[in-house]
């Protein structure tokens, strides 16, 4: 039973992006960096988003921290990469519903990132999902007020 | 080791946890709660409420002698002189404060040193790094050995005659480790500077003796003590705090109120600004109550006798590296560790899915996580309730969370 619930939140396609990241690294010509960090647990996370013409052209990450946090890093930059800017801030706020155990809007594909939702079933390590967006609504936000 | 008896004054350990028997393994964070304890503060409010030091009435004389008897259990458990020497705060957060913004302002000046360690819990770090921000003194931090000791050699190195503060936790909350704070004391005097104690980690686990360790200041909390949360104690020698100024003014701490200017009342009161935390004062007496009946050297060597069953236990799991001394003699009643590389919020959600409660994260000391060089830990924490059957639980959990990530780490 315990297992069972175990394997809603390490669902293996989690397990994969924490294994193999994507997006792993650092642009070196970003137009944003972004470093977060978790204050109760120690999660870090330094993101780097070129933004051009209102799009997110290319997301990058490095960090460290648990599974759920690595894994959700990695699915946020796949997700946003190539999105308007608007879109990425929607992709955000569709993931806090899910996070928060609400329905989810279903226009938006969600990709991987439909695998977290088990998250929701484990409060204390929301935050340890929600940390790569934060850092991203962040850095979109800023750009935005340039 | 202690009766498994004890388990049954604490309500809350009777209870399953996703499915399993609650094991609690998180009392450096929080202790758990007798029904004594409970029942202390329930009769409280339930039979004696009422403001202290000021009702003529019936009630408000129980509460003051509840109050005030509290005080002097917790004078007799730490064997201040007099009750004077003892105020309730908050907690130790609180208590540290108090002595870094009212005696370290008083006395720190521009190119003064104030000594920590490395091993320090945050609570014993800011409020020295604000007052030496705003005073021009300078922070000293003692190195620790490699098995996260202190030596008395690397404390006399850094402490010199310029130094006004030396600052140490009795027992650390993430190694484990006792430090030698009468010794450290002694070095601390001969060069004039106050020896101040974070025992947050010692008083619910060995018997402190302030006169015997000859510090200026000690500071604790009830709540890691199987009292409630938001009651703490600052012990201070009278000789210091008759000369200290609150740093809380309000109703209760004054003696004589003018137009212009006011008096204070007489220690330890006038370190008590406001309407005082009664039930917790009488939640922390029961709880000292309670700790003196099983008797401190009793709870001393239970938790060393876990923590060496513990220590040999986990050692069994290939991977699992033990931070702090080895030698469990040198230690306190936890054990801070990690697992490979599987990150230590990982390893406590698959404990949490088999009711093992850990704390994971850098527990409040994150110089001390860079001085170790790992960015988070996990850490089992025992108290009187615990046994060795619980110490086969967690060992038996942290072999399931290996195999399930074994694959993935």
């Known amino acids: ?146 | 080791m202690l009766s498994t008896d004890i388990r049954k004054h604490f309500p809350i350990l009777d209870q399953e946890i996703n499915g399993h028997p609650l094991v609690y393994l998180d009392s450096a964070a929080t202790s758990q709660k007798p029904r004594q304890v409970i029942e202390a503060i329930s009769n409280y409010y339930g039979l004696d409420n009422s403001n202290v030091h000021r009702g003529v009435h019936t009630l408000g004389n129980r509460a003051t002698e509840g109050y005030e008897g509290a005080r002097e259990k917790v004078r007799n458990f730490i064997n201040a002189k007099s009750t004077e020497e003892i105020i309730f705060m908050r907690g130790t957060t609180t208590a540290l404060n108090t002595v870094a913004q009212s005696y370290g302002r008083a006395n720190v000046g521009e190119g003064d040193e104030i000594v920590i360690t490395y091993m320090e819990h945050h609570s014993n770090i800011i409020p020295w790094q604000q007052l030496a921000k705003e005073k021009g003194a300078v922070l000293k931090y003692v190195d620790l050995e490699e098995d996260g000791t202190l030596s008395l050699e690397k404390v006399r190195e850094v402490i010199t005659d310029r130094t006004k503060i030396v600052s140490i936790m009795y027992v650390s909350n993430v190694l484990g480790t006792m430090n030698p704070i009468k010794e450290i004391a002694e070095i601390a005097h001969a060069h004039g500077a106050v020896m101040v104690v974070d025992g947050a980690q010692a008083a619910p686990h060995l018997k402190i003796d302030v006169q015997k360790l000859d510090c200026d200041f000690f500071a604790f909390s009830g709540h890691k003590m199987c009292g409630p949360t938001g009651i703490g104690v600052l012990y201070g020698k009278k000789e210091l705090l008759t000369n200290m100024e609150p740093i809380e003014f309000g109703g209760e701490m004054i003696d004589f109120v003018g137009l212009y200017e006011s008096t204070w009342k007489e220690l330890p009161w006038k370190f008590e600004g406001g309407t005082p935390i009664i039930a917790g004062a009488i939640g922390l007496g029961a709880a000292i109550d309670f700790l003196e009946e099983i008797g401190l050297d009793n709870i001393e060597r239970h938790e060393h006798e876990l923590a060496k069953y513990a220590m040999e236990r986990m050692s069994e799991i290939d991977g699992l590296s033990i931070y702090g001394p080895l030698d469990p003699e040198k230690r306190a009643g936890l054990v801070t560790f990690n697992l490979n590389d599987v990150h230590p919020h990982d390893v406590a959600t698959v404990l949490d899915m088999h009711g093992i409660a850990v704390r994971a994260g850098h527990h409040c000391a994150q110089p001390l996580m860079k001085w170790l060089d790992v960015s988070s830990t996990a850490r089992a924490s025992f108290y009187i309730y615990n046994t060795e059957a619980d110490v086969d639980r967690l060992v038996d959990g942290l072999r399931i969370a290996k195999e399930y990530f074994a694959d993935v780490y």
Not at chain 1, 16 to 29: A, F, Q, S
Not at chain 1, 49 to 71: H, R, T, W
């Open chain 1, 1 to 146: 039973m315990s297992t069972n619930k175990l394997d809603q939140l390490y669902r293996s396609v989690i397990m994969d992006h924490y294994k193999n990241p994507r997006n792993k690294g650092v642009i070196e010509e970003s137009s944003i960096t972004i470093d977060m960090n978790n204050p109760t647990c120690g999660d870090v996370i330094h993101l780097t988003l070129q933004i051009d013409d209102g799009i997110v052209q290319n997301a990058k990450f490095e960090g460290d921290g648990c599974s759920i946090s690595m894994a959700s890093a990695s699915m946020m930059t796949q997700i946003v990469k190539g999105k308007k800017v608007d879109e990425a801030l929607k992709a955000a706020s569709v993931f806090s519903d899910m996070m928060l155990g609400k329905g989810v809007d279903d226009s938006i594909d969600l990709g991987d990132i439909e695998a977290l939702a088990g998250v929701s079933k484990f409060p204390a390590r929301i935050k340890c999902a929600t940390l790569a967006w934060k850092a991203m609504e962040k850095g979109v936000g800023n750009d935005s007020e340039q």
